[in-house]
């Protein structure tokens, strides 16, 4: 079975390297034995969502992230038809800003996001929030790791991706950590994500093994894995010293 994969707005919304969350997902399907097809689509481009099983978008400029919610606001049935199929979208970095209901920039300007969930954005005109983070999920046996540097925080998170063990969440006194529901994930964790954490690609992969009706088969350990329990450990004995 052919599993489809979209980077949207590949050359807009990169700012951390986050093509390597898409190299990450061809390279684990492949080695279950899927036949991997991959799409890159940006501004103006034609697009149907529903024809794939799993798209990503990252980190921009603010700049980068008004032209994105530009184009995609025509988008957005199609967009919310193909997260009622149950095709999954990652959304990371401030990239999670624009399926809110609204931003508020750093001079107190309101505009409006695809209002596709109910949490909100309020950007800083002044200060940056950056921290190395340790999160839990109920979704994951295991922690993440990841790096947070964001002018942005979210109010009115319902469902957070992560509980924040070690760093910054959300918003200030906020213990979560982006935001999911249903075929929805996001998170402000740069890294990125998925190559940091091989597990929560695995998370995915499993999903999409399970859809293809095919047996999920656990990959054997890699230089990723090495990496995420070498910074697991670093990070926790310098948070918890």
Same mark, same amino acid.
């Given at each position: 079975?052919?599993?489809?994969?979209?980077?949207?707005?590949?050359?807009?919304l990169n700012l951390y390297g986050e093509y390597a969350n898409l190299s990450?997902?061809?390279?684990?399907?492949?080695?279950?034995?899927?036949?991997?097809?991959?799409?890159r689509k940006s501004l103006g481009d034609e697009v149907n969502f529903s024809?794939?099983?799993?798209?990503?978008?990252?980190?921009?400029?603010?700049?980068? /992230?008004? %032209?994105?919610?530009?184009? &995609?606001?025509?988008?957005?049935?199609?967009?919310?038809?193909?997260?009622? *199929? #149950?095709? !999954?979208?990652?959304?990371?970095?401030?990239?999670?800003?624009?399926?809110?209901?609204?931003?508020?920039?750093?001079?107190?300007?309101?505009?409006?996001?695809?209002?596709?969930?109910?949490?909100?954005?309020?950007?800083?005109?002044?200060?940056?929030?950056?921290?190395?983070?340790?999160?839990?999920?109920?979704?994951?046996?295991?922690?993440?790791?990841?790096?947070?540097?964001?002018?942005?925080?979210?109010?009115?998170?319902?469902?957070? /991706?992560? %509980?924040?063990?070690?760093? &910054?969440?959300?918003?200030?006194?906020?213990?979560?950590?982006?935001?999911? *529901? #249903?075929? !929805?994930?996001?998170?402000?964790?740069?890294?990125?994500v998925l190559i940091k954490n091989p597990h929560f690609a695995s998370f995915?992969?499993?999903?999409?093994?399970?859809?293809?009706?095919?047996?999920?088969?656990?990959?054997?350990?890699?230089?990723?894995?090495?990496?995420?329990?070498?910074?697991?450990?670093?990070?926790?004995?310098?948070?918890?010293?």
């Amino acid at each position: 079975m052919k599993i489809r994969l979209l980077h949207l707005y590949d050359d807009l919304l990169n700012l951390y390297g986050e093509y390597a969350n898409l190299s990450a997902m061809e390279r684990a399907l492949s080695e279950q034995g899927l036949e991997v097809e991959t799409d890159r689509k940006s501004l103006g481009d034609e697009v149907n969502f529903s024809e794939y099983d799993w798209i990503t978008l990252g980190a921009g400029t603010e700049k980068a /992230l008004k %032209r994105a919610l530009a184009d &995609l606001l025509p988008r957005k049935e199609g967009l919310s038809t193909a997260l009622a *199929e #149950g095709r !999954f979208l990652l959304a990371t970095g401030n990239s999670l800003s624009l399926f809110g209901e609204k931003i508020t920039d750093g001079e107190g300007r309101v505009e409006p996001a695809l209002g596709l969930f109910s949490y909100e954005t309020k950007v800083s005109g002044s200060e940056r929030r950056l921290s190395d983070e340790v999160c839990q999920s109920d979704l994951l046996e295991e922690p993440c790791v990841g790096f947070m540097n964001t002018a942005q925080s979210l109010y009115g998170v319902k469902t957070p /991706l992560f %509980r924040v063990r070690h760093g &910054l969440g959300n918003s200030t006194d906020d213990g979560g950590e982006g935001f999911f *529901e #249903g075929s !929805f994930f996001g998170t402000q964790l740069t890294g990125p994500v998925l190559i940091k954490n091989p597990h929560f690609a695995s998370f995915f992969v499993k999903k999409l093994t399970e859809k293809a009706g095919i047996p999920y088969r656990e990959p054997t350990p890699g230089y990723e894995r090495a990496a995420y329990e070498a910074t697991l450990k670093a990070l926790c004995e310098r948070f918890e010293k």
